[in-house]
């Protein structure tokens, strides 16, 4: 199987950074879908821990489609971002 096909069938493994950064978020976060077991991880070795690629893309496509629970964020009151210099609060 050439790396074209792998790419396609979603069967490359990505490491937590990689995932990170196709999530956009931060690595403690990734590790937090695996600890709620929206993603599942495959331990190589001590050091070198997985994600396949269809995983991310089945919790991507999942998201979209809201099929997770709400983010534990939703309800709590926006906070606000700083006043910057000569700025009016409205």
Not at 8 to 33: M, Y
Not at 39 to 45: E, F, K, W
């Amino acid at each position: 199987m050439s790396d074209t096909d792998s790419r396609e069938t979603g069967s490359r493994l990505l490491t937590i950074p990689h995932v990170a950064d196709r999530l956009d978020c931060c690595v403690r976060f990734v590790w937090t879908l695996i600890a709620q077991g929206h993603l599942t991880r495959i331990v190589l070795s001590a050091r070198a821990t997985r994600i396949a690629e269809s995983e991310v893309n089945a919790l991507i496509e999942a998201k979209t489609r809201r099929q997770l629970p709400p983010d534990r964020t939703q309800g709590r009151p926006a906070t606000r971002r700083p006043k910057l210099p000569g700025e009016q609060r409205r």
